[in-house]
């Protein structure tokens, strides 16, 4: 058993790597916006209300006047499917939240579930340790997408400062959090990675997203009762 201050000091620990890596990524954000003339306000909104990086980001590149509402909503759509899978994965795991499985729901981001995943591992994910971890990123990622739409007129070139690989690499280590081995993790990463290019070279859209998750998904399920057989055959072996 833990205390609420011992998670609450665990969530920190545990996001602040992604807070740092997510920062950058929420600045570009801001930045864009300011170029497609939005508001430090209508960013706020943006961030608070969406609270989706990859579809923000997706939807401020095709932004223009008058705004194409029904592209945005299916693009926001199309991207944020994942989090029907994250939920799921997550729902057994956070039962015990009560009512505020709602808000827990509206503060889902990939770093909150991956975190979560991998501190369910160990032990009970208490609402102490997500809460924190989520309402960290939450406010870190309004305070940064605000600063990117007034600090925009410095960050017109973040390749130069190697902020256009923000994004990638919190998802890169995100992935390789959950690596056990090259049998057990390599065939779900290589299956969702060639799915999603070839999905993304091929269809117009974001269906590579849905679509790489769920070909890791059915690789995981494919490999693991053979992993299983492996492991009980070995022990057979050893007796």
Not at 49 to 58: C, D, H, P, R, Y
Not at 126 to 143: D, G, H, I, N, P
Not at 179 to 201: C, E, F, I, K, N
Request: glycine residues 8%; aromatic residues 10%.
């Amino acid at each position: 058993m833990t205390t609420p201050l011992a998670d609450f000091r665990a969530g920190l620990l545990a996001v602040f790597p992604t807070v740092a890596a997510a920062v950058p990524f929420a600045l570009i954000l801001g930045q864009q916006a300011t170029a497609k003339g939005l508001t430090p306000a209508e960013m706020l909104a943006m961030s608070s209300i969406v609270f989706a990086g990859s579809s923000q980001l997706i939807a401020v590149g095709l932004w223009s006047t008058p705004a194409p509402i029904a592209a945005l909503a299916l693009m926001a759509f199309l991207v944020n499917l994942r989090h029907t899978l994250m939920g799921a994965s997550l729902s057994g795991k956070i039962a015990h939240f009560g009512s505020l499985r709602w808000l827990a729901a509206f503060l889902l981001t990939d770093e909150a579930w991956a975190l979560s995943e991998r501190r369910a591992l160990d032990r009970p994910i208490s609402r102490t340790f997500y809460f924190t971890v989520a309402l960290t990123m939450f406010v870190c990622w309004q305070v940064a997408s605000v600063l990117g739409t007034v600090f925009g007129a410095y960050l017109e070139h973040p390749e130069a400062w190697g902020l256009d690989f923000a994004f990638p690499a919190i998802f890169i280590a995100l992935a390789l959090g959950f690596w056990r081995g090259a049998r057990r993790t390599g065939p779900v990463l290589v299956a969702s990675a060639v799915v999603a290019v070839a999905v993304h070279a091929t269809v117009p859209g974001a269906w590579y997203v849905i679509a790489g998750a769920i070909a890791g998904i059915l690789a995981a399920v494919i490999t693991a009762p053979r992993e299983q057989a492996t492991e009980a055959l070995a022990g057979e072996a050893t007796r």
